[in-house]
């Protein structure tokens, strides 16, 4: 028998492995996932594409659909009662629960509709979230500078020919497909292992000119392929939207890199730690993989702001362990 996305959360919360506020919180994000892909699927047809004419916190032009996921994301968690409060990569500052809410253990971050550059080619884009517990207290910035290691629950939706949600609360990781005649998830995949060792990469190669010494070897030592120093031949992939390519590290291994480079030297990264560096690693983790920056273990890095970027190199874990070599070696 199929297991929907509800029966799989109630098995949970019987079990004890969650509470019953985490159970409605991620049906809350499997729910709002559904009315942004209604969106997303209708694109043109409901005048949601193009630009918004407005900047996200980060100066980077927005998207109406940017600006219209996190309208639906906003509304739609804070009637759940189970947060105290939220963030997300479209918003400067986090958003308490308003008093007229009740008040959860729970704060939720998100990047409401993630790869906005593929919006209007119809390439896969997606929604990220972390979920961690709430201090004490009023809900400020600060609340949320708490290190990856202690979410409690993380995942994606990837909106492609499958709408899909993949998420972990801390045992293991399971998959969901949205079937759209009856508008349930159902359990697709579970017990995820990511090989330690593989011949794939996903890197933007446009850039290599403005990396650091370490990861411009690495690649170049991936690219010389059966003659060089890693003796295998690699192949490349790059969808230019983290959601697939972690997707894809997941379902058949690989690394995905997104390094510091030095066109803005004083950013330490592209991607954003609370948004999309924690909750991935959190992912990649559990299915057996590693996450670093290249330097230290994505998870253990403590946050300083909201907004703060790392780099990123995730996947099969022989290959992030290398990389983190090359940084040793050639920084």
Not at 67 to 92: C, R, Y
Not at 218 to 234: C, E, H, I, T, W
Request: charged letters at 20%; one cysteine or more.
């Amino acid at each position: 028998m199929s297991i929907t996305l509800p029966q799989y959360l109630l098995n949970a919360v019987q079990k004890q492995e969650i509470d019953n506020d985490l159970a409605v919180l991620i049906s809350s994000v499997a729910q709002l996932s559904k009315v942004i892909n209604d969106k997303v699927t209708h694109g043109a047809l409901a005048g949601v594409l193009g630009f918004a004419g407005t900047d996200n916190v980060q100066g980077e032009h927005q998207k109406k659909l940017d600006v219209l996921s996190n309208e639906i994301f906003v509304h739609g968690v804070e009637w759940t009662g189970a947060v105290a409060g939220m963030a997300s990569e479209e918003m400067d500052d986090c958003l308490p629960t308003p008093k007229q809410f009740r008040r959860g253990e729970y704060l939720i971050t998100f990047d409401p509709l993630d790869g906005s550059s593929n919006i209007d080619i119809n390439a896969p884009i997606g929604t990220i979230f972390s979920i961690t517990k709430a201090p004490q207290g009023e809900i400020t910035n600060e609340s949320f500078l708490i290190p990856g290691k202690e979410q409690v629950a993380a995942g994606y939706v990837m909106y492609s020919p499958q709408t899909i949600m993949t998420f972990s609360f801390g045992k293991g990781v399971v998959m969901f497909t949205l079937n759209m005649n009856t508008g349930d998830y159902i359990l697709t995949k579970e017990n995820f292992t990511i090989a330690p060792s593989t011949e794939e990469f996903a890197i933007n190669m446009s850039n290599m000119r403005h990396w650091a010494k370490p990861v411009k070897q690495y690649v170049l030592d991936l690219l010389a392929g059966k003659d060089g120093p890693l003796g295998k031949n690699y192949n490349m992939r790059w969808v230019a939207a983290m959601v697939a390519e972690v997707h894809r590290v997941l379902c058949r291994g690989g690394i995905f890199m997104y390094p510091w480079d030095n066109r803005k030297p004083e950013q330490p990264g592209k991607l954003r730690l609370m948004y999309e560096a924690n909750p991935m690693a959190f992912l990649i983790e559990q299915a057996g993989g590693a996450a670093s920056t290249g330097k230290i273990r994505i998870l253990d890095v403590v946050p300083e702001k909201l907004h703060q970027r790392v780099p990123v190199f995730l996947g099969a874990k022989e290959e992030v362990e290398r990389v983190v070599r090359y940084h040793q070696e050639l920084s």
